[in-house]
């Protein structure tokens, strides 16, 4: 892993307002516990508030918030966190990086403000993605591109059944505003956004889709959505490749978007003209990190020739920081 990303993450958790006065640790976690608190005591879950940010979650993750009300909220919080930390070990390992992936700065902003967007990929990287899906509803587009089509119907299923017992009128009713504040208090998030970004993002995953659906599917959860927060970026952990990894880890508005369209650019090029000169030189940023693409851990496999299986246990394949190049070895080492 380059060094830089190691001096970024460092300086993420330096420069993180939970370093200055007045600010706690665990922000993302305050607000999706003070939505569980309004939701279980028959209010408004989404005029819950937490140092002027409110809870802006779809209602469906409301059941699996509930849990932590039974915990006073400082606990709750120290336990989102420690389960984001379980869950980021989880990812680096799963996806075959080495342990310094940790300090991915995506990954880093997630489990410092205890945002279940890490639980969620956890899960959905194992064998539990109706839980990751109703945890983080853009999680589907990636069971979507694996081909996962039994998760999505228990999903769907999962939440028809609590309709009946969640406030989805009033969400659906208060979308609009809750939207719209979403944008001010988020600042635009990673992606900006914009209409211009949101186009951009769904052309580039809809192109990706003509060559891999699966990696249209994960990078589809970064950029389908009109406003994500930075820790959405670890979403690529599973099919990182130097392009990716630099682009998405830079804190800059807008720049995931920008990135994954250039990504998409580079692998375009690659399949349609592999002979080009242009192609010769750009195949080496991404077709060896292709090697070691996670493997779904389910039965169902998407049917996607251009999906490379993970490697074998001690064989590992080249990985951008992490497997050894060409080399024997757990992955990871």
């Known amino acids: ?65 509930a849990p932590f009300v039974a915990l006073r909220e400082g606990q709750a919080v120290a336990l989102w966190i420690a389960l984001d930390l379980l869950a980021a070990a989880y990812i680096v390992r ?4 080495s342990w310094a992936w940790l300090l991915f700065p995506p990954l880093v902003h997630g489990i410092l403000n205890g945002n279940p967007a890490i639980v969620s990929l956890a899960l959905m990287l194992g064998v539990a993605g109706p839980l990751g ?3 983080r509803p853009q999680m589907g587009f990636a069971l979507l591109g694996e081909g996962r089509w039994r998760a999505v119907a228990v999903t769907a299923l999962l939440g028809l059944l609590l309709i009946a017992v969640l406030p989805v009128g009033t969400f659906l009713g208060d979308l609009p505003t809750i939207a719209a504040r979403y944008a001010v208090e988020s600042g635009g998030g990673s992606s900006g956004g914009t209409a211009i970004a949101l186009v951009v993002g769904i052309v580039s995953v809809l192109a990706l889709a003509t060559v891999d ?20 970026s670890v979403a690529a ?43 010769r030189l750009l195949a080496p940023l991404v077709e060896p990190y292709r ?33 050894n190049p060409g080399g024997l070895g757990e992955p990871g080492t």
């Open 1 to 65: 892993m380059p060094a830089p990303f190691i001096l970024l993450g460092a300086w993420l958790l330096a420069d993180h307002p939970l370093m200055h006065h007045g600010y706690q640790l665990g922000n993302d976690a305050h607000i999706y516990y003070r939505g569980a608190v309004a939701w279980l005591k028959g209010g408004d879950p989404w005029q819950a508030v937490y140092h002027g940010l409110h809870f802006a979650a779809p209602p469906w993750v409301l059941p699996l918030l």
């Open 237 to 279: 952990l599973p099919l990182v490749n130097p392009i990716l990894a630099v682009g998405l880890a830079l804190p800059i508005v807008g720049l995931p978007t920008a990135t994954i369209a250039a990504y998409v650019a580079v692998r375009l090029i690659i399949r349609w003209a592999p002979t080009a000169r242009s192609a």
């Open 291 to 323: 090697q070691g693409l996670v493997a779904p851990r389910h039965a169902e496999r998407a049917p996607n020739a251009d999906v490379i299986p993970a490697p074998l246990p001690g064989r590992a394949a080249p990985s951008f920081g992490s497997r």
């Open 213 to 232: 659906r699966r990696e249209a599917g994960f990078l589809a959860t970064i950029v389908v959505v009109p406003i994500n927060g930075w820790y959405a």
């Open 94 to 97: 799963r996806c075959g990086l």
């Open 133 to 135: 899906l109703l945890l």
